[in-house]
């Protein structure tokens, strides 16, 4: 699966932006997505996972409650809604493609990775 991510930019603290990810095929509903990131200098982390119905999200501690995790099959497309940002939230974002139906939660469950969008959270 090919994943193109976009929708990162530079945004004050407090404020939201909104992620998206288009999927290439028409098996796009068959997979769990998912979103990490990785910030300078750290390890890519989970952000929050979804499963192949949009029925099951989960979240990493750092997002509960400010991120939430979307899709919409017909589109082919993932979403991440990120409010109330802090600085610590700025990273490239990569939405990713699970190997299986379940919405991945580690880098392990990944099957394809997008390029990564920017975000960049000013204090």
């Known amino acids: 699966v090919q994943l193109q991510a976009s929708g990162g930019g530079l945004v004050q603290a407090g404020g939201s932006l909104r992620l998206s990810c288009a999927a290439s095929?028409?098996?796009?509903?068959?997979?769990?997505m998912g979103w990490f990131r990785q910030a300078p200098g750290k390890e890519r982390e989970w952000v929050a996972g979804?499963?192949?119905?949009?029925?099951?999200?989960y979240y990493a501690d750092s997002g509960e409650g400010r991120f939430t995790i979307s899709r919409d099959n017909a589109k082919n497309t993932v979403y991440l809604q990120m409010g109330s940002l802090t600085p610590e939230d700025t990273a490239v974002y990569y939405c990713?493609?699970?190997?299986?139906?379940?919405?991945?939660?580690?880098?392990?469950?990944?099957?394809?990775w997008g390029q990564g969008t920017l975000v960049t959270v000013s204090s």
């Open positions: 095929e028409r098996t796009f509903s068959r997979y769990g």
């Open positions: 990713a493609a699970g190997r299986t139906s379940l919405a991945p939660t580690a880098t392990l469950h990944i099957d394809s």
């Open positions: 979804i499963d192949w119905s949009g029925a099951g999200t």
